[in-house]
């Protein structure tokens, strides 16, 4: 128990504390299988996406929800399988082929010439995640993404929520922000982690508003959709609790919007969402082997598998919003640490001004 407890006082000051983001010590170098747009894949990893391509149950990602990856995960006594068969669902979706395929076309394409969309006057706003101050190494505030997308013509900008903020004081924020910007004609959204939560949030108190149809596009970037269980447990357990409160007193951080971070029933992330139709969602999730799991997300992967295939924050059913396209991050968890091309995440930007934008 008292371990158990160490892991989730460890959640309250991971995002503060200076954990390693280095990636799991794992011997890759004889890895070259390619399979379901993954490369480099190890023996074990094909395996189990082959052992996912042939499991006949659940065809279509909507049938794999957070109880039945559990189940899965329980009856295989393999949380690698169940997360296999996430990603196999996930990327043979065909709207997310589609997708995935424009993605690897467009990559080639701007390796040879970078677009410029500065005639588009589209702005990039960044709705950050939970202290995103205090920790910019992890990189909560988007500034790589920020960078990115000026360097390809595009306005861009970071939202200023309190960076532990409530989900209802941010989503405010949010809506306020927008209320403000007036200069271009659209507005694409990219939220990270608990600043996904936020986006929800906004989304649900002034998305039809007027001014909120500039918005045309929300990158859901590993977000933190509908709460995390680390949370709910550290607030089921007076113990837990109690350590995770004292902690955050003495760093002066803001205890309920921790809170509102919380699954389960009741919890304000919880609520479902409706996305307005002018809205192009576009998810970025990550989908970890056990053994890929970095130094900072592994004490909380581990406790997480209990309720199924996780990226080491949220459940991986969890991380998605279903009516967007999604690219799924094989070996990849909540950090990020496994290199994505560069020309990929620029033609994932161009995907946002090209396809997402819509009259």
Not at 155 to 163: C, L, M, N, R, Y
Not at 187 to 208: E, H
């Amino acid at each position: 128990m008292r371990h158990a407890a160490f892991l989730l006082i460890l959640l309250a000051s991971a995002c503060h504390v200076d954990h390693a983001l280095e990636t799991a010590a794992v011997d890759v170098s004889g890895c070259k299988a390619s399979m379901l747009f993954a490369t480099d894949l190890c023996a074990d990893e094909v395996a189990n996406l082959k052992w996912a391509q042939d499991f006949k149950e659940y065809p279509r990602i909507a049938d794999l929800t957070r109880e039945r990856l559990g189940q899965i995960s329980q009856s295989e006594k393999s949380v690698d399988r169940a997360a296999a068969l996430y990603y196999h669902r996930m990327v043979t979706e065909p709207k997310n082929t589609q997708f995935i395929t424009y993605l690897l076309r467009r990559e080639k394409e701007i390796e040879k010439k970078m677009p410029n969309f500065a005639d588009k006057k589209v702005l990039l706003l960044f709705a950050p995640g939970m202290f995103y101050r205090d920790n910019p190494q992890v990189g909560a505030d988007g500034k790589q993404f920020r960078m990115m997308a000026r360097r390809m013509g595009i306005a861009d900008g970071i939202i200023p929520v309190e960076q532990t903020g409530t989900i209802e004081e941010n989503a405010n924020t949010i809506c306020e922000h927008l209320q403000r910007e007036d200069a271009f004609g659209s507005v694409i959204l990219a939220s990270l982690s608990k600043g996904s939560g936020d986006v929800k949030r906004a989304i649900q108190i002034c998305g039809n508003e007027p001014y909120f149809k500039k918005v045309k596009v929300w990158y859901n970037v590993v977000g933190i959709n509908k709460g995390s269980h680390l949370i709910t447990d550290i607030d089921q357990t007076w113990q837990y609790k109690m350590e995770a409160r004292s902690y955050f007193c003495w760093k002066g951080y803001n205890w309920d919007g921790f809170m509102s971070m919380r699954a389960g029933a009741g919890a304000p992330l919880e609520t479902p969402l409706v996305v307005p139709p002018h809205i192009t969602v576009i998810n970025v999730v990550a989908v970890p082997g056990s053994k890929y799991v970095s130094e900072r997300a592994k004490p909380f992967y581990d406790y997480l598998t209990r309720y199924g295939p996780n990226d080491g924050l949220t459940l991986l059913a969890d991380s998605h919003i279903p009516e967007g396209v999604t690219y799924a991050s094989w070996r990849n968890d909540h950090y990020f640490r496994y290199e994505i091309p560069e020309a990929r995440l620029y033609a994932m930007i161009a995907y946002a001004v090209e396809v997402g934008i819509r009259p």
